[in-house]
């Protein structure tokens, strides 16, 4: 009997380890913020899909190109604008899916007496360079006929600060307002230092759509992992959407380790939905506001069409039969 517990024991971690060595390792660049949620919860769902997901965490999508150049990165998740600067510069990647509609507020500080855009001549507007907040910010000074440098002399000075920093600066009143991301934005009007001016969609770019990209290579030479990585990622998102308590206990627990509160976490979300979908028309418009105002400094910008590849995405959501 114990020599058959051996052979059993044996026979089941050697099928065990086949199993694992057969995972295909997919290296994942992300961001910490609310609705990057469903993009983390992937590697918890991973193995159902023959995958392992590595995720390594960054401070902002534009600073995971350089390791996607490097090999070390097989699929990101960032702005749109992220994306259309990396492939503007060479970075050989495909957006194959959007994962969040919005994520963005204008916030003033609560004692600056700022209750528009209009209101933000001759202030101190902080955010973070390349991110898609700083398009949106651009986009909202010039619908209101606003001016705007890094240095003085315009009628908005722009402060360019790390998304971690544009909060305590606020505080601190080294900056009357700021362009940030989720939760963040929420946490500054909750915990009363800050208030909102704006959800900063009205003009042209409309509600900024955050994207899912991968490398050319997993696109074209892994097409079966990419598929994989595209059904994982579906059943992610509908899990978090269809769960609503569940989303909330993962990123407030697993990605902010306790440090935002259920309010907090209720008005990020509320401000940044979860999704599947991108379009090229979409990109395009990002990739034209982008050449417009200067943001990313591509001296050639990428026709979307070339580069949003929406295949996969089609398949996993029909297969998962998913709207």
């Known amino acids: 009997m114990l020599k058959k517990n051996v052979l059993g024991a044996t026979v089941a971690l050697a099928l065990a380890s086949q199993s694992a060595a057969a995972a295909d390792l997919v290296r994942l660049g992300n961001l910490k913020f609310a ?15 023959d995958l392992k997901i590595d995720e390594r965490v960054f401070a902002k999508g534009i600073d995971i190109l350089p390791a996607i150049v490097a090999g070390e990165i ?22 194959v899916a959007g994962f969040a509609k919005g994520g963005a507020r204008i916030v003033a500080r609560s004692n600056a007496d700022i209750r528009s855009i209009a209101d933000l001549k001759g202030k101190k507007v902080g955010v973070s360079r390349g991110g898609a907040q700083e398009l949106l910010l651009l986009a909202e000074l010039a619908k209101h006929g606003l001016s705007w440098s890094d240095r003085p002399g315009k009628d908005v000075q722009i402060v360019y600060m790390a998304f971690a920093d544009l909060n305590q600066a606020i505080a601190a009143g080294s900056i009357d307002a700021m362009c940030q991301s989720e939760p963040q934005a929420s946490q500054a009007i909750n915990k009363g230092f800050g208030t909102e001016v704006i959800k900063p969609y009205d003009t042209e770019l409309g509600s900024p759509v955050r994207t899912l990209v991968i490398t050319e290579d997993l696109y074209r030479n892994k097409p079966d992992v990419a598929e994989r990585v595209l059904r994982c990622f579906v059943e992610a998102t509908a ?34 939905q979860f999704t599947y979908d991108l379009t090229v028309e979409h990109v395009q418009a990002t990739t034209d506001l982008m050449q417009k105002y200067g943001v990313g400094r591509m001296d050639r910008a990428p026709k979307a069409a070339d580069w949003v590849k929406l295949d996969l995405l089609a398949k996993a959501k029909s297969a998962l039969k998913v709207n």
């Open 35 to 49: 609705h990057f949620g469903a993009i983390s919860y992937m590697k918890e769902i991973a193995p159902k899909y």
């Open 74 to 95: 097989d699929m990101a998740a960032s702005g749109a604008d992220a994306a259309v600067a990396g492939r503007a510069s060479g970075v050989p990647i495909y957006a």
């Open 239 to 272: 899990t978090f959407i269809a769960n609503p308590e569940l989303a909330e206990t993962y990123v407030r627990d697993k990605i902010f380790k306790g440090q935002i509160t259920s309010q907090d976490y209720q008005d990020a979300i509320g401000n940044s």
